[in-house]
């Protein structure tokens, strides 16, 4: 049973608008999430975090939005640029991490077309 | 600050044979984690070392194997290779993996033929 979803295999958005990449999860003991970014034959590059007891996360054109009665969360770019293309993960961990493991998503692959 | 290594990138192998695969942590990383990741399945945790200890291990069969040296360097070995081993292997390294945000590595690609 996934744990995280990513409920959409791929986005399309247009150069300089928002995009939006959606994530849920169903462990409610997650508290710490964050979100990565691939791109074929390379390592996931970590972009932005966010812990339980914080609703909103903001770095640059990337901001991070929690919503723990839901159990969603949500990435969001603005503006979004062509070289943001690529594979985006959602990932979560227990106990802050002391696990030492990370539960990702399927991922959703993102399309900024100039 | 050098990031995450994998060594070899890439590794083509035969059915029954194994395999050990390498990572070097971000320098004063202690936490070590393996990740497999396969088009069906995603990225699946395999297990996690912190100072030389195994802390947590993923739901992988006994050939996957690893451990971890005093410098924090990791390996990780797979017996009696399976096609379905192919995959991309992924190290990532955290300060104390308690929290920390884990940095991946470029992983390494094994084909098992």
């Known amino acids: 049973d996934q744990q995280v979803k990513q409920n959409s295999p791929s986005l399309s958005v247009q150069e300089g608008r928002i995009s939006i990449l959606n994530c849920d999860y169903t462990?409610?003991?997650?508290?710490?999430f964050l979100w990565y970014k691939k791109y074929p034959a390379e390592g996931p590059t970590f972009l932005i975090s966010?812990?339980?007891?914080?609703d909103k996360n903001e770095d640059g054109r990337f901001t991070v939005f929690l919503n723990k009665s839901a159990k969603h969360l949500s990435l969001h770019i603005v503006p979004s640029q062509p070289g943001d293309s690529a594979v985006y993960f959602c990932?979560?961990?227990?106990?802050?991490?002391?696990?030492?493991?990370?539960?990702f998503g399927k991922g959703t692959k993102l399309s900024v077309k100039p | 600050k050098a990031g995450v290594t994998q060594t070899p990138r890439y590794l083509i192998k035969t059915r029954g044979q194994q395999v050990t695969l390498s990572c070097s942590p971000i320098?004063?990383?202690?936490?070590v984690s393996w990740y497999q990741q396969t088009p069906g399945q995603g990225l699946q945790f395999l297990f996690e070392?912190?100072?030389?200890?195994?802390?947590n291990k993923g739901n992988f069969p006994g050939r996957f194997s690893g451990r971890q040296f005093s410098n924090s360097r990791s390996e990780m070995n797979v017996s009696t290779l399976e096609l379905g081993d192919s995959a991309l292997y992924l190290c990532?390294?955290?300060?104390?993996?308690?929290?920390?945000?884990?940095?991946f590595g470029p992983g390494t690609r094994l084909l098992v033929l």
């Open positions: 070392y912190f100072s030389e200890t195994q802390r």
């Open positions: 462990n409610s003991m997650f508290d710490y």
């Open positions: 990532a390294s955290s300060s104390q993996g308690r929290g920390e945000t884990q940095y």
């Open positions: 990932a979560a961990s227990v106990g802050g991490g002391s696990q030492g493991n990370l539960i």
């Open positions: 320098s004063g990383h202690r936490s």
């Open positions: 966010i812990s339980s007891i914080k």
